[in-house]
């Protein structure tokens, strides 16, 4: 069982930047897929960025490319979600999830990944 604890969540001004980590724990992963998304009230969870855990190949929503870069530490076994030029639009609720199965090559999809941390809140203001 994997377990994912998100942090680095917080007020921040528009223009501003904030770097979310998400600590794995329970299994070693080896190859596969992390990722991030996000939640605003009262719309659909949306996927943000995903990263190859073995090749750190990266893939990222439209809406985020070049502002957010997503990395891990092999080593801390975490994952980052680095954020710049925030918009008022990125407020929501940000998830770091592990994915299903390797053989689905950049999936984005909520179904595509099993484990889920509890969230962190980012919140920009304008």
């Known amino acids: 069982q994997v377990q994912l604890v998100e942090s680095g969540g917080r007020l921040v001004q528009a223009g501003g930047s904030l770097r979310l980590s998400c600590v794995v724990s329970?299994?070693?992963?080896?190859?596969?897929?992390m990722g991030w998304f996000r939640q605003a009230a009262g719309k659909e969870r949306e996927f943000v960025a995903g990263?190859?855990?073995?090749?750190?190949?990266?893939y990222y929503a439209d809406s985020v490319k070049g502002r957010f870069t997503i990395f891990r530490d092999l080593a801390k076994n975490v994952v980052y979600l680095q954020m710049t030029l925030l918009k008022p639009e990125d407020t929501a609720v940000y998830y770091c999830?592990?994915?299903?199965?390797?053989?689905?090559?950049?999936?984005?999809?909520?179904?595509?990944?099993?484990?889920w941390g509890q969230g962190t809140q980012v919140t920009v203001s304008s």
């Open positions: 990263i190859n855990w073995s090749t750190a190949s990266a």
């Open positions: 999830a592990a994915g299903r199965t390797s053989a689905i090559v950049a999936p984005r999809r909520v179904a595509d990944f099993g484990s």
């Open positions: 329970g299994r070693t992963f080896s190859s596969g897929v």
